[in-house]
DNA sequence: GGCAATTATGGTTTTTCGGGCATAAACATA
DNA sequence: TATGTTTATGCCCGAAAAACCATAATTGCC
């Protein structure tokens, strides 16, 4: 099921979670994805300046995908939304 | 049906329909997100280094959800995805 | 507690975005 | 074709990201 991401901070945590979840550390992860390893923490602490760039190297390394949609009429999140 | 964006391209496809779905110019999607005509016309274009906080501005104007996912074991597009 | 690994943060430099303004190109349509 | 609208592109410049390096803070584990 995909997850809303509606802040910064919330994409974030979903990448936070998508590292754990394949047991990488920043730094690998950094090394998959051609970013640096501060610039990951930063960014899963909830940055709103990242680049689309940055996003889509995060995505390739962690097999995300992103997703579009028109905006859900009940806002109210599931039991695995809260972070 | 959420749409999949896996480039900064496929991303400003969707913005564009977006907007035309709902009837606006650039210039009114400016004012509305408090962007520039210039900058949205980038980014339909597809423009990879655009900001986080610019996507969000855009979506919360459009009345779209970004949303994350693990990446589709079937990358087969639908109708509706061949831009 | 103590240690190692991991993550967060600070400073500096380089690179790039986005605002701002102008204008060209594309598009519609009378 | 001509005119008006919409979209794309070029340039300058200030602001900010991201690379880079160092290191502090945190976390996990013995």
């Given at each position: 099921m995909a997850q809303i991401a509606r802040t910064p901070a919330q994409m974030g945590s979903l990448i936070q979670r998508a590292r754990r979840r394949k047991g990488l550390t920043q730094t690998e992860l950094a090394h998959l994805s051609g970013l640096r390893q501060e610039h990951i923490s930063r960014i899963e602490v909830g940055?709103?300046?990242?680049?689309l760039a940055s996003l889509y190297a995060l995505f390739a390394a962690l097999d995300l995908d992103l997703l579009v949609d028109i905006r859900a009429r009940d806002p109210s999140p599931g039991i695995d939304d809260i972070f």
């Open positions: 940055h709103d300046g990242t680049k």
